[in-house]
């Protein structure tokens, strides 16, 4: 039998996993799964390849300046951009608020008409994200597993 105090902590703490996880978006546009890549731009697909590390904690995606959105677990962000050099970064936020946001920055596509998947993971001893390149199969294969970000309203 659960006693009110003890009740009272698992609310709570039932809580505190559902405030870490907060709210997955994306905020620029997303291309329809099956139309092509416009000759002048890059498809790129990201999206978390783990789920044990920080798996309630959420990716912060840019293109450059431009956040494009955050994801989960489960979620994956896809946007077309401009050919050419770019730099992407990721923010993986820290685990509760004494814990600080750690980022990690990667080379965007550059060739234009291609598309690109990417792969992020969490390094358990300092929860750095780490961005990987994924060939075409894998980068699928991944995409498949995972449910497109909401459109952020």
């Known amino acids: 039998m659960l006693t009110l105090p003890r ?23 997303s291309p329809p799964p099956s139309s092509a890549v416009p000759p002048d731009a890059c498809r790129v697909y990201i999206a978390r390849k ?38 992407g970064r990721v923010v993986f936020e820290g685990l509760d608020y004494r814990t600080q946001s750690v980022e990690n920055l990667f080379d965007l596509p550059r060739e234009a008409g291609t598309t690109t998947w990417f792969g992020i993971s969490v390094r358990r001893e300092d929860r750095k994200p780490v961005i990987e390149s994924l ?14 970000a909401a459109k952020k309203k």
């Open 50 to 87: 783990d789920v044990t590390a920080g798996s309630l904690r959420n990716v912060r995606v840019f293109d450059g300046d431009t956040e494009i959105g955050v994801i989960g677990e489960d979620e994956y962000l896809c946007w077309d951009r401009s050919a050419g050099r770019g730099t």
């Open 135 to 148: 060939g075409s199969v894998d980068g699928r294969a991944l995409i498949e597993k995972r449910r497109p």
């Open 7 to 29: 009740t009272i902590a698992l609310a709570a703490s039932a809580l505190a996993l559902v405030a870490c996880a907060g709210d997955t978006y994306q905020r620029v546009s």
